[in-house]
């Protein structure tokens, strides 16, 4: 016997080598100083930080809110809504995937100056400053996207961030570290926003012209061909100083809501200064894309191409490919889809007449046995309601319970049960037909011009009253009229509801709320505006039975949320691994 494993010993010697069976082979891991002079490898860190921003595909939430319900009862949101929302069981969670893009960065950033982009040394220079802006300024997105997610009040009263890291972790780190405060995250947000724009161009952009080089690379011999090879159209995807902007003014309206504004030194001012130098950028308020309410279903967007972005479009990423997979999970029934999203009674009811009053009051002209006719155009641009038609077949949706077709109210398994179906974000041009399917592009959006024009209403009204400009050129009266004259609102040239509302703080308040909530609706913000806002969480959504003609409101699905809930958990596992983190109150 011994004999026998002797002999197979020594052939497996002769046949793999001794070193080989008494060493492990080297293994195919690269280093990083490996990609030191392969800028490919390198910039793969960075690549790492823009895979894990969180806008990137549809963020569908709205599910979990007065806004819609989902008709599939495994759907993550449906749970959401439902009361299983915990700290082990969280669709909202950003702490795992936020914290291991800073991670990233911060390698990238460790990095960057010992990586050679160009045998050129100004143009060298020139990625290096390039890329270490973009760092600063992915890190910053990513710790507001922390902050909304998992900062929150700790059960001793104090308004909690999340750990802040500034450099790699490697085995031999300190992971047990407190969370620190909110004000002190958002300070760090903030240096890492001007330390992006000191490097960053507003906007990539070929130039044509030496005079528009910065000086300090001018003194080092870079030419237009040098500078545009860096910062010209090629990069036009990429964290630019405009965007960092706008992530700024998302991240201080956040911070001065209600839910964060303790022991804040963010203003409503401040978000209000942030958001204008957007908005003066993109021409103030006649900036307003003028087609920026039906942005997601123009045939124009398979035509965009080389970063170019539409009037409406302030960030997105590359075109998505031709498909139609977001159609055929939201499409009605009889046009082949799964009617996964089903707006409510609640957001429909939030669309006012289209004379501009809503239709609570009396002047507004309101017919409820007729409640789709003479209404807010944006509510079937976004919703379909009963008898649309719809699709590229043109097909008439009959949501009522008494129609012939499996479109009807929980007339079939992937039918509304709300009397509603999703029009938002889907083309109409798309044919699901078996026999005929065609898919279209989409554009998936980061960041639109209207938030940010809402950012700044929000702000302005709080800090300056609905007609005061804090020094800017425009108003929120100016903002909200531009919006709603682009919608189709008002009487021969007037919107005398908004002169109403003009009259004070408080109206005007709830009318920027009102629109941000439908401007935005199905795009991921209505979660996180309730809980910023301090607003009832547990609105049941509502929904509609037509039946001969008649429309009964009908209540479809509760809500619930304890009222601790207006901030998120730090998630389970976290909390039983490091005992230095304080979990939010009532978690």
Request: net charge negative; glycine share 10%; charged share 20%.
């Amino acid at each position: 016997m011994n004999k026998n494993i002797l002999i197979y010993l020594a052939i497996i010697f002769v046949l793999v080598g001794c070193d080989d069976l008494i060493e492990p082979a080297i293994e195919n891991n690269r280093g990083l100083e490996e990609g030191f002079n392969e800028p490919r490898f390198a910039h793969g860190l960075l690549q790492n930080g823009y895979g894990r921003i969180p806008t990137i595909g549809n963020d569908l939430s709205d599910m979990a809110t007065d806004n819609a319900v989902s008709n599939d009862q495994d759907d993550n949101f449906y749970a959401l809504g439902t009361g299983q929302w915990a700290a082990n069981n969280n669709p909202m969670e950003q702490w795992s995937n936020s914290r291991a893009a800073i991670q990233y960065l911060n390698l990238m950033l460790e990095t960057v100056d010992s990586v050679k982009f160009s045998e050129t040394p100004v143009v060298n220079e020139m990625f290096q400053d390039r890329i270490t802006g973009e760092i600063y300024g992915l890190r910053a997105l990513f710790m507001y996207y922390l902050l909304q997610a998992h900062g929150g009040m700790s059960n001793g009263g104090e308004l909690l961030g999340v750990p802040i890291v500034l450099g790699s972790k490697n085995l031999s780190s300190e992971f047990n570290v407190p969370r620190a405060t909110f004000e002190q995250c958002m300070q760090q947000f903030y240096a890492d926003s001007e330390a992006a724009l000191a490097l960053l161009p507003d906007d990539y952009t070929n130039i044509g012209d030496e005079s528009l080089i910065p000086e300090k690379y001018v003194a080092e011999g870079a030419g237009v061909p040098d500078y545009e090879r860096v910062f010209g159209d090629d990069a036009r995807l990429l964290i630019s100083g405009r965007i960092v902007r706008a992530v700024r003014a998302q991240a201080a309206l956040m911070a001065t809501s209600p839910a964060f504004s303790a022991n804040n030194s963010t203003t409503w001012a401040a978000a209000a200064a942030y958001a204008a130098e957007v908005i003066d950028l993109n021409g103030g308020v006649a900036g307003l894309a003028a087609d920026g309410v039906t942005w997601f279903d123009d045939v124009s967007i398979s035509d965009v191409g080389g970063g170019v972005n539409p009037d409406e479009i302030l960030w997105r990423t590359s075109i998505a490919d031709v498909n139609s997979d977001l159609e055929a999970d939201n499409y009605p029934p009889t046009l082949f889809g799964n009617g996964l999203v089903n707006p409510t009674q609640n957001l429909v009811d939030a669309f006012p007449m289209d004379n501009g009053y809503p239709i609570t009051d009396p002047s507004s002209g309101f017919d409820p046995s007729d409640p789709y006719t003479g209404r807010d155009p944006r509510l079937r641009q976004f919703i379909i309601v009963n008898g649309d038609t719809f699709g590229a077949s043109g097909g008439v949706v009959n949501t009522a319970v008494d129609g012939d077709t499996n479109d009807g109210l929980n007339q079939s398994e992937n039918a509304t049960r709300t009397g509603y179906y999703l029009r938002k974000l889907l083309r109409s041009d798309v044919n699901l037909d078996p026999n005929a399917t065609n898919g279209q592009a989409h554009l998936d959006p980061h960041i639109r011009y209207t938030e940010i024009y809402l950012i700044y209403a929000e702000a302005a009204n709080e800090a300056f009253g609905p007609t005061g400009t804090g020094g800017n050129a425009y108003s929120a009266v100016d903002v909200i009229s531009a919006i709603r004259q682009r919608a189709g609102l008002g009487t021969a040239g007037t919107d005398p509801y908004l002169t109403l509302a003009q009259g004070s703080t408080e109206d005007m308040r709830e009318l920027i709320k009102n629109e941000r909530r439908l401007e935005l609706c199905f795009e991921g913000f209505r979660f996180w505006d309730l809980r910023r806002w301090e607003e009832d969480l547990t609105e049941a959504a509502l929904g509609v039975r037509i039946e001969n003609g008649n429309h009964q409101v009908i209540s479809v699905e509760n809500r619930v949320f304890d009222d601790y809930m207006i901030y998120g958990p730090v998630p389970f596992n976290e909390m039983l691994k490091y005992g230095a983190l304080e979990q939010n109150m009532g978690w």
